[in-house]
C-alpha cells in the first residue's frame, strides 16, 4: 500500500472494505452469517430463541445486498471511466450553481473532501503502465502528454486529485506576490451551446507567502508517509529527489507547474518593479515546483499582456530564470511563459521568441483565453439572444472555437523555436480548446509537447482526462 493510501481512512479505503466482505471471519464479526451457516440444515445458531430461520435468513440477504450496492457504488462513482461524471455530475452542478464560480467552488472543495475520505474519482488499473502514451519533457518521460491548465486550482487545494485524474502535468495558480481579490462578481460566465466559458476573475490570488505554505505542507506530508520524518532535513531530501519522485509533482512521471504572476497594483511601466513581483513569488512557490510558468497573457489584468513585448519580456523572463536557478534544491525549477492567442503577428510572435532565447527560458505555453469572440461551432450556428448577450461579457473566451487558432499558433511558435546550433529546443505546451484525443494528437503533430485543459474538464467533469487519453491511444492505433 502506498503511503498516499495509507493516509487515508482504513474504512472508506474500497481495497479495504472488498477484503472484509470477503473474509468470513469478519464477516462474523460484523454480525453477517458465513457460508457454512448458509449452508446448514438447522436453525442458525445465532438466531435467537423463538426467531425463525427465515427473518435471519433475509436479514443477511438484506445486509450482503446493501454492502455489495455500497461497494459497486463506491467503485463505480469514483472510477473516472464511469459516464455518471460527464451525464449526471456536471449537469446537476450547473443546475444546483447557476454562477459558474459557485459551481467552480463546489468543485473544489467536493474534490477536496473526497481525497481526504479516500472517496475521489481516480484512474483504476494505471492505464498508463503500457508506456503507449509516454512522452519526454525536459529530460523526465512522463507518463502521457495531457495536462490541467492553470485556473482550475488558482490557490493550489487541490493538485494531489487532480494528478488522480490521469493528467502529466498540473499547474496550478496564477499566484500573485500579495493577496488580491481580483474583479467584483459575477466574473465567470458560461456559453453552454459552445461548452465555452468566458472569465474575467483578475487573477484572484492568496498570495505567493499562503501558496508556498500549503505546498511545503504537502511535501512535508509526503516525507513523512515515506518514512523520511518530520523535519526540515526532511523536507529537503524530498526536494533534492531522494524520494525517487519529481520534487514539485511527488508522483513519478508527472510534474507539477506552478503559475506566478505579478499584482494588478503593481505599475505595468515599471518594468523593474513588475519582474521584482515574478521574483518574489518565485522565491516562494519554486521549490515546491518542478515548472515555474510566467503568466503575462491573462486579458484580465490591465497592462499584463504589454508586458510580452521584446524588451519588457526578457527582462522579466531573465529575473525569473535567475531566480530559479538559485533556489536551493539540487535540480532547478524549468521555466516556462505562457503567451496570449491574441498577441499573433509575427512582429509580437518574434519579439516573444527573442525574449524566450535570450533569458534562458526552458519553454512556452501557447497561449491564453482569448479577447475575440470566436465564430460559433458547428459552421453556421446561431446562438440564442441570451447567450449572444454572454458573448458581450468583458473577459477571456475560452473553449472548442479556440482549437484552431491552438494548432496554428504551435506550429509557428515551433517554426520560430526551432533550436539553433548546440542549444537545447524549447519546449511548447499547447493550452485553448482542447477536448478530445484527436485535438490532443493534432497539437502534438503540431510541435507541442503537452496538450493542456481547462474547459473541457468544466463541461466533461472528472472522467475528461481519462476519456481524451482512451482517444488519443485509438487515434495513435488507426
Ligand atoms: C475560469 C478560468 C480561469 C482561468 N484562470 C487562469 C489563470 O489563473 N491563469 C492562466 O494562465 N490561465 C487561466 N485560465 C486560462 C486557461 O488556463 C486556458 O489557458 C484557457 O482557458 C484556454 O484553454 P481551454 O480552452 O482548454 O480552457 C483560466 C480559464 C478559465 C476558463
Known amino acids: 500500500m502506498s503511503a498516499r493510501a495509507a493516509l487515508r481512512p482504513l474504512p472508506l479505503n474500497g481495497a479495504a472494505l472488498s477484503t472484509r466482505t470477503q473474509n468470513p471471519q469478519l464477516l462474523r464479526g460484523r454480525g453477517c452469517w458465513s457460508s457454512k451457516r448458509f449452508t446448514s440444515t438447522t436453525a442458525p445458531p445465532t438466531a435467537a430463541p423463538g426467531k425463525p430461520a427465515k427473518s435471519v435468513f433475509r436479514k443477511y440477504v438484506f445486509r450482503t445486498s446493501l454492502v455489495l450496492t455500497l461497494l459497486s457504488g463506491y467503485f463505480y462513482a469514483t472510477d473516472t471511466r464511469a459516464s455518471i461524471h460527464r451525464y449526471v455530475v456536471v449537469p446537476l452542478v450547473r443546475w444546483l450553481y447557476p454562477d459558474a464560480e459557485d459551481a467552480h467552488h463546489a ?22 503502465k503500457d508506456g503507449k502514451l509516454a512522452t519526454e519533457v525536459f529530460g523526465y518521460t512522463l507518463s502521457n502528454p495531457i495536462g490541467i491548465s492553470g485556473g482550475l486550482d488558482k490557490h493550489a487545494d487541490i493538485p494531489d486529485p487532480l ?9 496550478v495558480g496564477g499566484t500573485t506576490p500579495q493577496p488580491q481579490d481580483g474583479n467584483p462578481r459575477p466574473r465567470v460566465f458560461r456559453v453552454v451551446s459552445q461548452a465555452a466559458m468566458i472569465n474575467r476573475y483578475g487573477l484572484n490570488s492568496k498570495g505567493a507567502d499562503h501558496m508556498a505554505k500549503v505546498l511545503k505542507e504537502r511535501v512535508r506530508a509526503f516525507a513523512y508517509a515515506h518514512g523520511f520524518g518530520d523535519h526540515d532535513a526532511a523536507e529537503q531530501r524530498v526536494l533534492n529527489g531522494e524520494a525517487g519522485v519529481p520534487p514539485g509533482s511527488l508522483f513519478a512521471g508527472k510534474l507539477l507547474a506552478v503559475q506566478v504572476a505579478k499584482n494588478k497594483t503593481t505599475p505595468e511601466s515599471d518594468i523593474a518593479a ?12 519554486a521549490p515546491y515546483a518542478d515548472i515555474v510558468v510566467v503568466n503575462v497573457s491573462s486579458p484580465n489584468t490591465p497592462g499584463l499582456r504589454g508586458l510580452q513585448a521584446a524588451g519588457p519580456l526578457t527582462e522579466i523572463l531573465k529575473g525569473v ?28 510572435v518574434d519579439g516573444i521568441c527573442h525574449a524566450v532565447r535570450e533569458s534562458g527560458v526552458d519553454g512556452v505555453i501557447v497561449g491564453n483565453t482569448t479577447n475575440r469572440r470566436p465564430n460559433p461551432l458547428p459552421k453556421g ?3 440564442s439572444a441570451k447567450e449572444q448577450q454572454t458573448l458581450s461579457e468583458t473577459g477571456g473566451y475560452s473553449g472548442p472555437q479556440l482549437f484552431e487558432g491552438t494548432v496554428a499558433l504551435v ?8 533550436a539553433e546550433e548546440g542549444s537545447t529546443p524549447k519546449a511548447i505546451f499547447a493550452s485553448g480548446g482542447i477536448t478530445t484525443g484527436r485535438q490532443a494528437q493534432a497539437v502534438l503533430d ?12 468544466t463541461y466533461g467533469g472528472t472522467g475528461t482526462v481519462t476519456r481524451v487519453k482512451n482517444e488519443l491511444r485509438e487515434e495513435r492505433e488507426k
Open 446 to 457: 503540431a510541435g507541442a509537447s503537452v496538450a493542456m485543459m481547462y474547459t473541457a474538464i
Open 321 to 348: 530564470v535567475g531566480a530559479a536557478r538559485r533556489i536551493d534544491r539540487k535540480t532547478k525549477p524549468f521555466v516556462m511563459v505562457k503567451v496570449s492567442p491574441d498577441e499573433d503577428s509575427d512582429e509580437q
Open 274 to 285: 513588475v519582474a521584482q513581483d515574478y521574483v518574489y513569488c518565485v522565491d516562494r512557490v
Open 411 to 418: 506550429a509557428r511558435y515551433k517554426e520560430k523555436l526551432a
Open 381 to 383: 450556428y446561431v446562438l
Open 163 to 171: 494528478f488522480e485524474l490521469g493528467p502529466a502535468i498540473v499547474e
Open 107 to 128: 468543485g473544489v472543495d467536493a474534490l477536496k473532501e473526497l481525497y481526504r475520505l479516500g472517496l475521489h474519482p481516480r484512474e483504476r488499473d494505471s492505464p498508463d
